[in-house]
């Protein structure tokens, strides 16, 4: 059974920084290339951070460039999202997911398994 558990949301000022984790069991996670999607009330889930599988390859999405760093541990199946100088619109259940596709990948359907999701909100 696949499970990706995510955890470290919370509520923090703007300004703050949180780190979130996600631990992967049930599949090899070496193999997996990771990213964290989030989902603001009446928004579309969006691709923030994707990171290869050996850690070679970094993508973010432009809003969140030089404030956020995917992170990877293959040791410890986690895959993390530093996120420093956060914003009232950085509010969003955070989401991790996994996939297999060569590249890493921005579009939802590239990614197979997913998270339950944690809740970020940064108050302004």
């Known amino acids: 059974q696949v499970q990706l558990v995510e955890s470290g949301g919370g509520l923090v000022q703007a300004g703050d920084s949180l780190r979130l984790s996600c631990v992967v069991s049930g599949l090899t996670f070496s193999i997996y290339n990771m990213a964290w999607f989030r989902q603001a009330p009446g928004n579309e889930r969006e691709f923030v951070a994707g990171i290869s599988r050996s850690a070679s390859r970094t993508e973010y999405t432009d809003s969140v460039k030089g404030r956020f760093t995917i992170l990877r541990d293959n040791a410890k199946n986690t895959v993390y999202l530093q996120m420093n100088t956060l914003k009232p619109e950085d509010t969003a259940v955070y989401y991790c997911?996994?996939?297999?596709?060569?590249?890493?990948?921005?579009?939802?359907?590239?990614?197979?398994?997913w998270g339950q999701g944690t809740q970020v909100t940064v108050s302004s």
């Open positions: 997911a996994a996939g297999v596709n060569l590249l890493v990948g921005k579009r939802r359907d590239e990614y197979g398994y």
